[in-house]
């Protein structure tokens, strides 16, 4: 079966540059989440789309902006990046609000 | 705000062995998760409980939800090595609508010994 998939799956960027993370949810599927999971850590919920709309917002920084497009896949803006950054960002999507959310590979970012 | 509490946080075990994770939510929620994570890989869904009183069960691992204790338990039976790995629950903040994110608790590390 289809799953989400995410790119890319490793990037490496300097302080203070931008990085775009996109993420392409399994077909039909309406609705997008995006968390970051430090070391170690939990997964934290920073952004949602549901029909291309901004859905509920978590504790993602001013620094990042996310988007759902037309064909439903979206992408989040990172700028001005920090080494607090570093971490595994994963996307995922379900079939409306009430669904399963499935998890994409994640993508692993490193800043320099 | 909605806290999720898992314990234990790290679970050392052998093979063959019962044990059971715990999770604690501070909040009236619409749904409970439960996922697995293998080390740099991704969460995979194990059981999503939508009522009181479910239970659901795949395998050796079995996960019940008790809403009025605002508890979720997840039982390994005869544990075996293939199940070591980080399991997380997660609980939906049942906002009325809308594209929730989940709240994770912090995961309980399990790791199983031959």
């Known amino acids: 079966a289809a799953g989400v998939i995410q790119s890319p799956r490793h990037l490496i960027k300097e302080k203070r540059e931008t990085a775009t993370l996109k993420c392409y949810p399994i077909p039909r599927h309406d609705t997008v989440y995006w968390y970051q999971q430090g070391p170690g850590q939990d997964p934290q919920f920073l952004i949602s789309f549901y029909e291309k709309m901004q859905s509920d917002k978590g504790s993602i920084p001013d620094r990042f902006s996310a988007q759902q497009f037309s064909d439903y896949h979206s992408e989040l803006n990172m700028s001005s990046l920090e080494l607090g950054d570093s971490a595994l960002y994963f996307c995922a999507s379900s079939l409306g609000y009430t669904d399963t959310q499935y998890f994409g590979p994640g993508t692993r970012l490193t800043v320099l | 705000e909605l806290k999720v509490e898992q314990n234990p946080l790290f679970l050392s075990m052998q093979e063959g062995k019962n044990y059971t994770i715990y999770c604690n939510y501070s909040t009236t929620s619409d749904r409970l998760y439960w996922y697995r994570q293998d080390p740099g890989k991704s969460l995979e869904s194990l059981f999503v409980l939508l009522s009181n009183g479910a239970v659901k069960q795949e395998g050796r691992l079995m996960a019940s939800l008790d809403t009025k204790a605002r508890l979720s338990t997840l039982h390994i039976t005869a544990a075996v090595h293939d199940l070591s790995a980080t399991y997380f629950c997660?609980?939906?903040?049942?906002?009325?609508?809308?594209?929730?994110?989940?709240?994770f608790g912090k995961g309980t590390h399990l790791i199983i010994q031959p």
């Open positions: 997660a609980v939906d903040i049942a906002s009325g609508g809308g594209a929730d994110g989940l709240t």
